[in-house]
Every structure is written in C-alpha cells, then in structure tokens.
Antibody, heavy 120, light 110 residues
Framework: QITMKESGPTLVKPTQTLTLTCTFS??????????VGWIRQPPGKALEWVGI???????RYSPSLKSRLTITKDTSKNQVLLTMTNMDPVDTATYYC????????????WGQGTLVTVSS | QSVLTQPPSASGTPGQRVTISCSGS????????VNWYQQLPGRAPKVLIY???QRPSGVPDRFSGSKSGTSASLAISGLQSGDEADYYC???????????FGGGTKLTVL
C-alpha cells in the first residue's frame, strides 16, 4: 500500500525560500518507472501542477515556476524535497505530493496536503 | 486560466445522470489520455478515471469516462448525495512537457 505525506512550514515570509518534504512508503524511487510529483491548490481555486521527479532523476517543472523550483530525491530515506525560492503571497496554497508512474498514468496516490501561507 | 476548460458548476437530483465536459487541444487531450479526479470537501483529490475510461478498483461503475478528439467527458449515473465534490480533468501536455488540469467543476446534488 502506497502512502504519501507532506511536511514543512505552514507560514513563510515573502522573498523567503520554501522547502517541503514528501515522505512516502510502499514503493522505491530507485525502481524503474516510479515518480513523485507536486501539485498545489490555492484556497478555493483549481489544482496546478508544480513539478515531478522520476526514478532516473529526470525532473520536469511547470514552465511558469521553473526558475524558482528544485525537486530532489533521497532514495535511502524515501523522501522527495521541493524547494521554491522567492515566495510571494500568490504562492499561498495547499501543496500535495503524489505518486505517478512514468507513461500514461495518473497521480494515483496523494498525500493529505499541507497548507503553506505566505505572509509577512 | 486553466489549460483545460470545464464548466464551473453542474447539478442534478438523486438518481439522475450528469455529465461534465473537458475541452483541450491537440497538444494535450488530442494526443494523450485523460484522467479525472474527484475532490471531496476538505480532502485530497482521488483518481476516478484514468486513461480516458478506466476505473481504479473500488470506483463504482456509476462513473464513466470518454474522449473524442480534443474533448473528454465524465458521466455520473445514479447520482448520490455523496457525489457532491469538485471534479477535475487532467492530461499530459506535450507543449508544456507536463500534466495540465482543468479549472474544476463543482457538482451539487439538489
């Protein structure tokens, strides 16, 4: 059974850097085809894809956020880290991590999400 | 402004059949499969339909998906009060090199 869980700060100040951790179980990011993605959702708004990292360290980022994003993995700890620089109040959102296998597959297992508020 | 276009709302009475549309382009729905997610109030999204019309185990057959050209649809038959949720379509976009989501449709059971 795959489980995903996000952790990190709930409040960051404008211009600060956000680092979120996704801790997962039930699969290994060293196994061919496995991937972990990040999706965010501003309060009352739609889902927005942020980025994804695969077993082979292939990283894909939303073009609108690419310059501010880094996604890395720690296979030994079963963790994926999302780093987003220069945070702005418009980045206030619930951030989800989710499992996705490469190919024509959905995000099939999601974490509960963590609300990050950007405010001074 | 979402890449995929959905109606912001839909409604129906218990037992009724409702459909939710999702419109895209050749760079996403036209050449890639469509997934549908259900988000109950206060909960994380859950995959409802994948690869246009496949249901994960545990999803009732009241839910069905279809795709034609650059559009897709989610149909829910035998509507229940527990189906009140936000529904999102999604597809890989070859131009953006990543998945794109619709703006979501809020389903109300009257």
């Amino acid at each position: 059974q795959i489980t995903m869980k996000e952790s990190g700060p709930t409040l960051v100040k404008p211009t600060q850097t956000l680092t979120l951790t996704c801790t997962f179980s039930g699969f290994s990011l060293s196994t061919s085809g496995e991937g972990v993605g990040w999706i965010r959702q501003p309060p009352g708004k739609a889902l927005e894809w942020v980025g994804i990292i695969y077993w082979n360290d292939d990283q894909r980022y939303s073009p609108s956020l690419k310059s501010r994003l880094t996604i890395t993995k720690d296979t030994s700890k079963n963790q994926v880290l999302l780093t987003m620089t220069n945070m702005d109040p418009v980045d206030t959102a619930t951030y989800y991590c989710a499992h996705r296998r490469a190919g024509a597959n959905p995000f099939d297992y999601w974490g509960q999400g963590t609300l990050v508020t950007v405010s001074s | 402004q979402s890449v995929l276009t959905q109606p912001p709302s839909a409604s129906g009475t218990p037992g009724q059949r409702v459909t939710i549309s999702c419109s895209g382009s050749s760079s996403n729905i036209g050449f890639n499969t469509v997934n549908w997610y259900q988000q109950l109030p206060g909960r994380a999204p859950k995959v409802l339909i994948y690869r246009n019309n496949q249901r994960p185990s545990g999803v009732p057959d009241r839910f069905s998906g279809s795709k034609s050209g650059t559009s897709a649809s989610l149909a829910i038959s035998g509507l229940q009060s527990g189906d009140e949720a936000d529904y999102y379509c999604a597809a890989w976009d070859d131009s953006l090199n990543g998945p794109v989501f619709g703006g979501g449709t809020k389903l109300t059971v009257l």
